[in-house]
């Protein structure tokens, strides 16, 4: 039982649909303890200075929720990790996130993978190999806590032309990402957003090869935008990591994991945390 939804955007996302307060009134009518509101900051669009005025002006001077139903870590998705990273790490060292999710959704000098179309097979697996390498470098370069929705793109390649290809088409690469992850005490995340947008599975081998590796740590994110896709798909999550090997999954306090064991019991996690 997945108590924790760890990837969830407001209208303080620039895609968000719905204000923070139903998003966590919603989480709570799901049965769920706790809510990161990772929203979004793609600081390359500017250079980051309009962006971290943004987070400053709107996202800080809100009221915060009075009396919240669920817990709210303070958190945060940094999109394409590695362009702006001196701006990242201003706006991180500003305020106390307990969780940071880094991200890919584009690459450097394209359109992200959602815009564009897709041209032929062949484009779509030069584009995901071009990902992949980027992702790396990311990984091994960039400040966060867990790498969010590795297998982005593949939604969109199966969306648009039909091309179903998995993250275990590419062991070397996937593994090479895996390793940095479990080098710096990195979280995997596990995004069910992928069945969500007609991607036909979840990234489980992916999972299963992290704890074959030695990964420890896995966040389960559902990249809900609207109340009504929280912890969506979280049943399939937890089967996948079940299948995998992992008893428990991770939450984040001060930056720091704590596993939770998918049974659902928690200890020394309950009680109101806030903003």
């Known amino acids: 039982m997945i108590l924790t939804d760890s990837h969830t955007h407001s209208f ?46 709107t996202i800080f001077s809100a009221p915060p929720l009075k009396d919240p139903p669920v817990e709210l870590p303070l958190s945060i998705e940094l999109g394409e990790m590695g362009e702006a990273p001196e701006e990242s790490r201003e706006l991180l060292s500003r305020h106390p996130y307990e969780f940071v999710l880094g991200a890919l959704h584009h690459l450097r000098g394209e359109k992200g993978f959602l815009s564009r179309d897709y041209s032929s097979d062949g484009e ?33 390649f199966y969306a648009k032309r039909g091309l179903l290809l998995r993250l275990e088409d590419y062991p070397e690469e996937v593994e090479a990402i895996l390793g940095v992850l479990i080098k710096r005490g990195k979280a995997l995340e596990l995004n069910t957003a992928a069945l969500r947008k007609g991607y036909p599975a979840l990234m489980t081998g992916t999972v299963k090869r992290f704890r074959e590796m030695g990964g420890k740590y896995v966040t389960v994110g559902s990249d809900a935008h609207a109340p009504v896709d929280l912890a969506a798909h979280f049943d399939e999550a937890e089967r996948s990591l079940r299948e995998a090997g992992f008893t428990h999954y991770a939450v984040y306090r001060k930056r720091k994991p704590v596993l939770i064991p998918l049974s659902g019991e928690e200890t020394g996690l309950t009680g109101p945390k806030t903003e």
């Open 12 to 57: 303080f996302s620039h895609d968000g649909k719905a204000p923070r307060e139903d998003m966590a009134r919603a989480a709570r009518e799901k049965g769920l303890r706790r809510l990161y509101q990772t929203e979004h900051f793609d600081a390359y669009t500017d250079g980051g200075t309009k962006r971290i005025r943004y987070f400053e002006e």
């Open 124 to 156: 779509c697996r030069l584009l995901f190999e071009r990902y992949l390498y980027e992702l790396l470098i990311a990984a091994e370069e960039t400040e966060y806590d867990s790498l969010a929705h590795m297998d982005y793109p593949l939604r969109y």
